[in-house]
T-cell receptor
Framework: SQQGEEDPQALSIQEGENATMNCSYK?????LQWYRQNSGRGLVHLILIRSNEREKHSGRLRVTLDTSKKSSSLLITASRAADTASYFCATGDGATNKLIFGTGTLLAVQP | DVKVTQSSRYLVKRTGEKVFLECVQDMDHENMFWYRQDPGLGLRLIYF???????EKGDIPEGYSVSREKKERFSLILESASTNQTSMYLC??????????FGPGTRLTVL
């Protein structure tokens, strides 16, 4: 079952602009994670935010979490062509070993 | 760095063949996972294992089985491949944190 739904499905921006992707989920979570996938490759973990956190930063990445709205956003600042990839949110309930992934946002950064 | 490897990047098989997909991780992780990824559906969990010889069904186990004889190796088996099993297969592992580490993926085509 799909827990996370990303919005938009696709996003095209110019190099240097900021990119914002949103994720909504349905049930209670322990943590929410964002992963990146370059074309035809495996996923790479970017950042994890726990349910008792509201905001987290890592380099050019900023993640927010609003548990009352069951939503999260990923902001990539000063984007680069190398940021072109698909971005997935994934939720963990903390009780099982499983993550539930969304369908992803395809980001294209034009040089 | 954690390294997760998968036996093949690309694989072409015929309907009815038995197919083995191998995954190996080098970080002594207890938990390993098999996902399939299809356009518009995101990642869906097939099976996972939390210890040697232990396995649990994920969301879409039908038509698949798994084997975990050694801690570092988790195999996905398609007993009789069908065309609807054409997909990208991703293996992942984790220790006791929530982050999963992914292999590069195997793109399987069943003719």
């Amino acid at each position: 079952s799909q827990q996370g739904e990303e919005d938009p499905q696709a996003l095209s921006i110019q190099e240097g602009e900021n990119a914002t992707m949103n994720c909504s989920y349905k049930t209670s979570i322990n943590n929410l994670q964002w992963y990146r996938q370059n074309s035809g490759r495996g996923l790479v973990h970017l950042i994890l935010i726990r349910s008792n956190e509201r905001e987290k930063h890592s380099g050019r990445l900023r993640v927010t979490l609003d548990t009352s709205k069951k939503s999260s956003s990923l902001l990539i600042t000063a984007s680069r062509a190398a940021d072109t990839a698909s971005y997935f949110c994934a939720t963990g309930d903390g009780a099982t070993n499983k993550l539930i992934f969304g369908t992803g946002t395809l980001l294209a950064v034009q040089p | 760095d954690v390294k997760v490897t998968q036996s093949s990047r690309y694989l072409v098989k015929r309907t009815g063949e038995k197919v083995f997909l191998e995954c190996v991780q080098d970080m002594d992780h207890e938990n390993m996972f098999w996902y399939r990824q299809d356009p518009g559906l995101g990642l869906r969990l097939i099976y996972f294992s939390y210890d040697v010889k232990m396995k649990e069904k994920g969301d879409i186990p039908e038509g698949y089985s798994v084997s975990r004889e050694k801690k570092e190796r988790f195999s996905l088996i398609l007993e009789s491949a069908s065309t609807n099993q054409t997909s990208m297969y991703l293996c992942a592992s984790r220790l006791n944190t929530d982050t999963q580490y992914f292999g590069p993926g195997t793109r399987l085509t069943v003719l």
